[in-house]
C-alpha cells in the first residue's frame, strides 16, 4: 500500500489514521508513506513507525511567470521518482490525500495499480480533481466537493482521539505543559505551520490575558515566534511553543480552543468535542469557512473573521468564553453531533479490497 499525503499535518495525519486502520485490519500488509524532503512527513512519518520514500516536490502556482514554464519538466521527474516506487515495492494500490505529493503519485499508478482519493476539504483541490477522474473509489468527508460519484465517508481521525477522555487527562496535559492547573485556558493553534496574524494579535494582549486570569497554550509554528513580555509574577502563564506532538494533550489542556478552520482541524476538533472559535483563512477558494460552518451551525463552535480577529475581540469575546463554563458545556454537547464517522476504517477496508482484487 502506497499512501500519498506530505506537507502540512492537514494531508499527513488523515493519512497515518488510514495507515494505522489498514495495519489493525492487515496486519500482514506492508505501509509505506511517499513524501518530500521539505515535508512534516519526514518527522511525522517515521515517529509513527512507517517508512517513507521522497520525491521531488512539485509546487503549482497560478502567477504568470517562469516557474509556470518549469512545472511540465518537473512534473515528469517526480511522477518517474513515484513510477520508480511503485515499481520496486510491487505496490497494490495508492491511497492519495491530495496535495503535493499525491499528484505525481496518481500519474504515476494510472493505467498500472488501483488508486483511492479522499477529499478532505469542502472544495476539491487540483490534485485530487485530477486523480478522481480515473480513480478507482473516490471519497469525500462531506457532500459537494466538486468530485462526481464521491463516497461521502468523513475525514480519518486517528482512534486514540476519537476516543480521548479530555477531563480524565486534564491535570496530567496541564502540567505537562507547565500551564496553570485551574485557570481557565485557552489553546491557540495556527494550523501545523502556525499563523503569523494569531502570533501578533495574541502576543500584543498576552499581559492583559494574564491579568484576566487567564491561561495560553499558544503554537505559534516553527520559524513564527511570538514575543511576548515579561510573566508577571502570581499570573495564569502564557506558554508559546514551536510545534506541538501530543496534540491529545493539548485538546485535554484547554477550555476552549481558536483555531484555524482547516479540514482534518476541523476533523480532530469535532472528534475530541473541544469548544472553538474559528478563525478561517482569508484567501485561498474559501474552503475553510466551509469547513467551519456545519460546527458553527450546530452549535458547536464559533467564528471569527479574519480581519475582525483584533486584540479587541480577544479580549472581549474570547475571554467572556473561556471563563463562561455554562457556554462551554452547551458547546462540547452540542458538538456530539457532529463527531466525524470512522472514516479510517472505512477507507482502509476500501484500500484493502482494491488490492485484493488487483492480486485476483
Known amino acids: 500500500m502506497l499512501i500519498a499525503g506530505g506537507g502540512s499535518a492537514g494531508h499527513v495525519q488523515p493519512a ?9 485490519a ?3 500488509a506492508t505501509v509505506i508513506c511517499l513524501g518530500t524532503e521539505r515535508g512534516l512527513e519526514t518527522t511525522l512519518v517515521p515517529d509513527r513507525g512507517y517508512r517513507l520514500e521522497l520525491i521531488p516536490e512539485v509546487k503549482f502556482t497560478r502567477q504568470a511567470n517562469l516557474d509556470v514554464l518549469r512545472i511540465p519538466g518537473r512534473l515528469r521527474r ?3 521518482a513515484a513510477r520508480a516506487v511503485i515499481k520496486s515495492e510491487n505496490i497494490d494500490v495508492v491511497v492519495g490525500f491530495g496535495g503535493y505529493v499525491a499528484l505525481p503519485a496518481y500519474l504515476a499508478a494510472r493505467r498500472r495499480v488501483p488508486v483511492v482519493v479522499h477529499e478532505a476539504n469542502a472544495r476539491a483541490g487540483i490534485a485530487n480533481k485530477i486523480g478522481a477522474r ?18 461521502v465517508v468523513g475525514n480519518p481521525v486517528r482512534r486514540s482521539l476519537r476516543e480521548l477522555d479530555r477531563p480524565a487527562l486534564r491535570a496530567q496535559a496541564r502540567e505537562y505543559f507547565g500551564l496553570d492547573p485551574d485557570a481557565p485556558t485557552l489553546v491557540v493553534v495556527g494550523g ?25 497554550l499558544h503554537v505559534h509554528g516553527k520559524g513564527k515566534p511570538v514575543d511576548l513580555p515579561p510573566a508577571p509574577p502570581g499570573r495564569p502563564p502564557y506558554v508559546a511553543v514551536p510545534y506541538v506532538d501530543r496534540m491529545d494533550l493539548a485538546y485535554a489542556a484547554g477550555d476552549l480552543m481558536v483555531a484555524r478552520s482547516g479540514a482534518m482541524t476541523v476533523a480532530e476538533i469535532g472528534a475530541v468535542r473541544v469548544p ?27 467564528l471569527i473573521d479574519e480581519e ?18 455554562q457556554a462551554l458545556t452547551a458547546m462540547s ?16 477496508r476500501i484500500a484493502l479490497a482494491a488490492a485484493r482484487r488487483r492480486r485476483g
Open 16 to 24: 497515518l489514521a488510514v495507515a494505522d486502520a489498514i495495519m489493525a
Open 26 to 28: 492487515e496486519p500482514t
Open 78 to 80: 517526480t511522477v518517474k
Open 134 to 151: 480515473f480513480a478507482t473509489v473516490v471519497a469525500a468527508a462531506v457532500p459537494d466537493t466538486g468530485l462526481a460519484g464521491a463516497r
Open 192 to 216: 501545523s505551520l502556525g499563523a503569523v496574524k494569531f502570533n501578533q494579535i495574541f502576543a500584543s494582549v498576552a499581559d492583559r490575558l494574564a491579568a484576566a486570569g487567564v491561561g495560553v
Open 276 to 302: 472553538v472559535v474559528y478563525v478561517p483563512l482569508a484567501f485561498g477558494n474559501g474552503e475553510q469557512r466551509l469547513n467551519a460552518l456545519p460546527q458553527v451551525q450546530s452549535g458547536a463552535a464559533r
Open 308 to 325: 475582525a480577529l483584533t486584540g479587541e475581540a480577544v479580549l472581549d469575546t474570547i475571554v467572556p468564553l473561556v471563563k463562561d463554563p
Open 333 to 348: 454537547e452540542a458538538a456530539a453531533g457532529s463527531e466525524t464517522a470512522h472514516a479510517d476504517e472505512v477507507l482502509a
